[in-house]
Each structure stands twice: as C-alpha cells, then as structure tokens.
C-alpha cells in the first residue's frame, strides 16, 4: 500500500495520532531522497490534522508548506491538494467569496489534469460557499448534479458527504425536521464505511445539528433522527 493511500484512510478513520506519526517520519525520509511527491502528501496530511484540531492558522502554513514543494516540483498535479486545503480553511473562516474563488481554480484545475472524481469533489465545496453566500438556487442546483454523479459512478466513500449537503440545504431552507432525518442519515452513511467526516462537513454538520434542536426541540430532533439512522442514502433522495 503506497504512503497516500495509507495515510488518507487513516485520516478518515479519524486516526489522528497515527497520521500525525506517519506523516512526520515520511517528510523525513521523503525529503532526504528527493521523494517531492510523498513530501507533498505528508505536509498536507498535517495540515488537514491541524484544521480536524481546529487550529486553522497552523493548518494554512502546513498547507503552504506542501504547496511550496509542489511548485518546486514544477508538477502541477502536486499542487492540487495543498490549493484544496487553502480553500477550506478560507470556507471554514467564513471567508466564503475567497473560498469561492479559490474552489473555481481548483475545479479548472481538476479538469485539466482529467481529474473526474475531485472536481466533482470541489464543486461539491463550492456549492456550500454558495450556499453560504446565500445562492440557494445555485448550492441547490450544483448538490443535485453532484448528488447524482456520486450515485451514478458508485462513489461510496462520497455519499454520507451528499447526505451532508442534502441537510445542508434543507437546515438553509428552514426544513429542520428533514435537516434532522439528514443528519441521521449522514452519521449512519459514515458509520457504513467505517470513516469520519472532514473538518469542515464535520463543522458544518455541528452547525446543522444545532440549528435543528433550538428550532424542533431536543425530543423531536431524536425521533427525526433516528428514523434518518434507519434509512438508506438513496431512499432518502428519492
């Protein structure tokens, strides 16, 4: 199993300490043989573990720090996930025409590497900064077309992030009582795949899950959901 494919699933296991261990010990023996690639992927491994923490400033400069190797590389490719990171840790400063603008660059990005998967990935990104800047129609229409993608091609590893979006939009829209059922539906999608969300879907699923219990209440929240917890991703879209 290569370094990146290791450390990323470690990550979404929320295995933080052992990313922590993997990604310090493979900056080292990565940037003593040359190996910019891996040091890339380690630097950013950090820096997603520094946002998780919730030291936002200590992420951008790991991220950074990735991207100044990537463009050392002269390897555009390298610099696509460091730019990713930058652009979540703008969204989750609320930050959100930054980040915008910074999730486009990275989707141009991605469909000019051929990149299927991570553009449908950023926009998916760009439709919560939509969303936060108050483009209902817009986030609307942009979670659909992802939503779809995903169900379409079998991504399973992006489906509880659909379930995410899909409560994000009907909390925005005043929904809290499908907000709720959604947010039944996204902790039992990730519990199904064994993994945790990012931190920023892990903040705004917070944000989402507390709008919903001041407006329903503690009682009915639980009823909606648990009945979320019960059904499948795809039943609930329908």
């Known amino acids: 199993m290569s370094f990146s494919t290791e450390v990323r699933a470690a990550f979404r296991r929320g295995e933080t300490d052992a990313v922590v261990r993997m990604s310090e010990a493979e900056i080292a023996r990565a940037a003593a043989a040359g190996d910019l690639a891996n ?3 380690a630097r950013y491994s950090l820096a997603r573990v520094a946002i998780r923490g919730g030291d936002l400033p200590l992420g951008a400069t790991r991220a950074r720090e990735a991207l100044e190797v990537a463009l050392r590389s002269g390897d555009r490719s390298l610099a696509e996930r460091p730019r990713h990171v930058l652009a979540g840790i703008a969204r989750m400063s609320g930050d959100y025409t930054r980040a915008r603008g910074l999730y486009q660059e990275s989707i141009a990005l991605n469909e000019s ?3 299927t998967e991570a553009v449908n990935w950023e926009r998916h990104n760009l439709a919560f900064c939509e969303l936060k800047l108050g483009n209902l129609a ?3 229409d942009l979670f659909a077309s ?3 993608a995903i169900f379409a091609a079998g991504w399973s590893d992006f489906v509880p992030y659909a379930c995410v979006a ?3 939009l009907a909390s ?3 929904d809290h009582a499908r907000a709720a059922l959604l947010v039944g539906v996204t902790d039992a999608a990730f519990a199904a795949i064994g ?3 990012d931190p920023d879907d892990a903040a705004d699923l917070a944000d989402i899950r507390t709008a919903a219990v001041a407006a329903l209440g503690g009682r009915t929240f639980d009823e909606a959901y648990a ?3 019960l059904l499948d991703p795809r039943a609930a879209f329908a």
């Open 172 to 174: 925005a829209e005043g």
């Open 39 to 41: 040091e890339v992927e």
């Open 195 to 197: 993994q945790v969300p």
């Open 166 to 168: 899909g409560a994000a």
């Open 138 to 140: 817009a986030a609307r």
């Open 146 to 148: 992802v939503r779809a």
């Open 113 to 115: 590497l051929g990149r």
């Open 227 to 229: 009945r979320g917890r």
